[in-house]
């Protein structure tokens, strides 16, 4: 067996690019590639890319049915399932906070541009 994967890594893949919304969105039941694309911004590869290595990590579980054409699920693994309300913790507190780190951020660059 290798070495246990660091913390850090650990944390930098579930604070990745869309991973925290495809978790929460996979937490609430099984959920169409074609639905996480349309939830998350930014292209089909990056998609892609991070659904493999949330799957790769064990955060989700891929099920591809034999339709044609193919139709792909992820699912939240236990372990995943056991992240939700972290996650929900932190996308509530992004929500409630947004509008003053929009004040914070207008007033930091006025200071600063004024500097310049």
């Not at 925290?20 to 639905?35: K, M, Q, Y």
């Not at 290595?53 to 995943?80: F, I, S």
């Amino acid at each position: 067996m290798k070495d246990v994967v660091p913390p850090r890594e650990l944390l930098d893949r579930i604070a990745g690019k869309w991973a925290i919304e495809i978790l929460v969105a996979a937490s609430d039941g099984p959920i169409r590639f074609t639905e996480l694309e349309r939830l998350v911004e930014g292209s089909r590869r990056m998609l892609t890319m991070t659904l493999r290595g949330l799957e790769r990590d064990g955060l989700l579980q891929r099920t591809v049915y034999a339709t044609v054409p193919p139709k792909v699920e992820y699912a939240a693994t236990p372990m995943a399932l056991e992240l939700h309300e972290a996650l929900l913790t932190l996308t509530d507190w992004s929500v409630r906070h947004g509008e003053s780190v929009t004040k914070s951020r207008e007033s930091y660059d006025a200071r600063h541009a004024a500097a310049s």
